[in-house]
């Protein structure tokens, strides 16, 4: 489990275009930094209430589990 971090839409499109991964068969994807996993129960409720508010969306990257 990872502590969800809030990203603004400036850094969604830089991520996704600086931050890119080789696969075995060749190609290159698009990454993501992966936020230190431990329980940040504060962080994962100010997540939760900005969605819940409506003041923020959710984005669930491909290859995310459920």
């Not at 969800?4 to 993501?32: F, H, M």
């Not at 504060?42 to 997540?47: A, E, G, N, Q, T």
């Amino acid at each position: 489990m990872s502590t969800p971090t809030i990203y603004s839409p400036e850094e969604v499109v830089k991520t996704a275009s600086q931050n890119r991964c080789g696969l075995p068969d060749g190609r290159w994807v698009a990454a993501r930094p992966e936020s230190w996993g431990g329980l940040e129960l504060r962080i994962r409720l100010k997540c939760a209430w900005l969605v819940f508010t409506g003041r923020a969306d959710v984005l669930k990257w491909t290859g995310q589990p459920s």
